[in-house]
Structures are given as structure tokens and as C-alpha cells.
């Protein structure tokens, strides 16, 4: 998702005359193909150049795996420069992997912070970070965290969100997938729910309490409830039973975002939804004690409320009463960054 739109912007410059390629790298770490094959296709991303193939394992397996494997691949196509985008473990481990290899790296999504090392996505970004060599930060706040942290002023931009901007590029994409037939679901009639963190779905108990309140606390509401992995483990072997939670497999990109945009609410303890709910107005509960995106918060649609069950139920009144609060778009997510990263990365 935050891949896609620098690659279109590479591919117009170089069209304009830009002496600038690229090598794709698909590290392997998302293999499932719901979590990966899919958003290359809809998302209409090149077949990667290569795929490392890393596949699953522990945080130290994955990072291991895709150290080896990447640095053998930077050996043979040594480039430029290494882009890198958002938190996850290969933004870390390639970072790593290239500036061994003294080759400079610049990370997209520089900066944001939850400050809440039992993250592993946190260690990712503080990590990268600290040997990152240029910064593209979403927001203002981005910049600030990582002045404080050392960086240099010189070597700082802030560009915007490519988040927004491959949702710019599809709004008029988006796929109406089975179940809005299925259950006759209507626009703004209906929630939509995604849980995955620990915090939310480790705990059995804590996962059943939040379940209970979204069955007996939400006016009989729809709650569409795409369900991760983890949490389709945890909840295997109860009897829990809720005539108005329709639980799904993971969603493509249009098919989920197609229900973010005609739904009442967001329910989730996810960083990128919060974005995509602020930039189409969607009211947006979080159910975490920190969040590394405050302007969703600040600027947006999106509220924290914890992750203690019961917070829920003061925001989800609010919500279903109608008084939710009205939200703005932050500064530079326009559908633009991509382009801005690309004209930058021309005159480094």
C-alpha cells in the first residue's frame, strides 16, 4: 500500500526523461496471499524483481532470514540507495543489510512513534531510524520526534502520506465484496470491526468481554468483522455466539476499504485505518493505550479509548447517537506524496 505509489511516480518520471530505475524486493515476510498476492494485484503493483521468500517464523527467525537473504541480493544488483516504507520487519532488517554494505537507505514513514516498546513495530522504527540516512515523514510530528532524537534538520522531509495516496488512486475502485448482498448490508447501517493485537486478542477473556459489548452493545447494529489469524486462533473451541457479528476471512484492499467508506464506525486496533477512516470522515474507535499516529486523533476522526473492554462502551454511545466528532484531513495528504518523494530523491 505505501509501495505502490512511488513506484507509479518512478515510472512517470523516468517516462519524462528521469534517469532513475528500480529494483522491486518482496522480502516474503507477508506470504499468505490474502496478506500479499492480492494487494499486488489489486493494487496494481509490477511483479516484484525478486522474492527472498523469508516466509514465517519467530521476530529473530524473520529477521535472520531476510538479513542473509537480502544482503546476497544487494551484493548482486548493489544499488544507489535502499527505500524502505512503514515498520514492519523487513523495513528494519533491510535497513540494517544495506547500511552494513554502506549503501544509504531512506525510510518512508520516518518518525511516528506509539513509545511503547512491547510493539515489535516500535523497535522496528527506532531501529531504522536510528541509521536511517534521509527521513520522509507523514506529519509534522514525525519531524519533531526524530529531531529530538538526533536527526539532522538537512535530512528531514515532510512529504505527506502514501497511505492516502494509493487511497486517492482507488476511491473510485473500490469493490463491493459478497456479504454486503449477503446480509443486505445498507450505507451507514452497519460497523465494521478488526482486532489483532495482543493486547486485544491474546487474553481470551479480554477478547470475549470486547466481543460481548460489539454483540449486546451496539443497537443490533451489522458488525462485519474481517478476522486475523491470531485471532481466529484464539477464538477457536469457544462457543461464542453473536447473530450480528460476521465474521470473514481477510479482505482484499477494495473490497475492505469499500466497507470502511459506507460503514457508521471503525472499530480496530490498527495504525493505517485510523489514516484511511480520517481521509474519508468514517468516525474511528481505537482500542489501544497509545497510538503512533496522534493526528489521527488531533486533526481526525479517529478517538483512543484503551483496551479495557468497558472504555468502549462511552465512545460506541457517542458514536451511535450521533454525535461523533467532525474531523479534518492533515497537512499534505493529498493523494501527492509519492511524486514529492520521487522529485526529492532526484537531487540527493
Known amino acids: 500500500m505505501k509501495i505502490a505509489p512511488i513506484i507509479r511516480a518512478i515510472h512517470k518520471a523516468a517516462k519524462k526523461g528521469s534517469d532513475i530505475s528500480y529494483r522491486l524486493v518482496h522480502t516474503g515476510q507477508h506470504y499468505d496471499r490474502n496478506m500479499s498476492g492480492q494487494f499486488f494485484e489489486q493494487l496494481e503493483i509490477p511483479t516484484p524483481h525478486a522474492n527472498l521468500e523469508v516466509g514465517s517464523g519467530t521476530q529473530a527467525e524473520q529477521t535472520a532470514g531476510i538479513l542473509v537473504a537480502f544482503e546476497k541480493e544487494l551484493m548482486q544488483y548493489r544499488p544507489h540507495l535502499v527505500l524502505v516504507v512503514g ?13 552494513k554494505l554502506n549503501i544509504k537507505v531512506a525510510h518512508v514513514e520516518a518518525g511516528i512513534r506509539s513509545w511503547d516498546l512491547t510493539m515489535p513495530e516500535e523497535i522496528n522504527r527506532m531501529v531504522t531510524d536510528a541509521i536511517t540516512d534521509y527521513f520522509f515523514t507523514t506529519t509534522s510530528w514525525a519531524g519533531e520526534n526524530l529531531l529530538k532524537a538526533g536527526a539532522s534538520s538537512d535530512a528531514i522531509y515532510w512529504v505527506g502520506n502514501t497511505m492516502i495516496d494509493t487511497l486517492y488512486h482507488n476511491i473510485n475502485r473500490l469493490q463491493q465484496p459478497a456479504i454486503w448482498q449477503e446480509k443486505k448490508l445498507e450505507a451507514g447501517k452497519y460497523l465494521v470491526a478488526t482486532l489483532h493485537r495482543p493486547s486485544n486478542v491474546d487474553n481470551l477473556d479480554q477478547l470475549l468481554r470486547l466481543l460481548t459489548i460489539l454483540r449486546d ?21 469457544t462457543d461464542f455466539k453473536a447473530d450480528n457479528i460476521h465474521f470473514q476471512e481477510p479482505m482484499g484492499y477494495l473490497e475492505f476499504n469499500y466497507l470502511v467508506k459506507n460503514a457508521l464506525g471503525v472499530i480496530t486496533d490498527s495504525g493505517g485505518i485510523t489514516e484511511e477512516t480520517t481521509v474519508m470522515h468514517i468516525p474511528c474507535i481505537t482500542l489501544r493505550d ?21 472504555a468502549l462502551l462511552p465512545a460506541l454511545e457517542k458514536l451511535l447517537s450521533g454525535n461523533w466528532k467532525k474531523g479534518s484531513i492533515p497537512p499534505l495528504w493529498d493523494g501527492q506524496t509519492a511524486d514529492r518523494i520521487v522529485a526529492i530523491l532526484q537531487t540527493l
Do not use: W, Y
Open 87 to 99: 515498520d514492519v520487519t523487513s523495513t528494519m532488517a533491510c535497513s540494517i543489510a544495506a547500511k
Open 217 to 237: 452493545r451496539t443497537n443490533g447494529l451489522p458488525v462485519v468483522f474481517p478476522i486475523h489469524p491470531r485471532t481466529a486462533k484464539m477464538l477457536s473451541g
Open 290 to 310: 497509545s497510538t503512533e499516529r496522534p493526528e489521527t486523533v488531533e486533526i481526525g476522526t479517529n478517538v483512543l479509548v484503551g483496551t479495557q473492554p468497558e
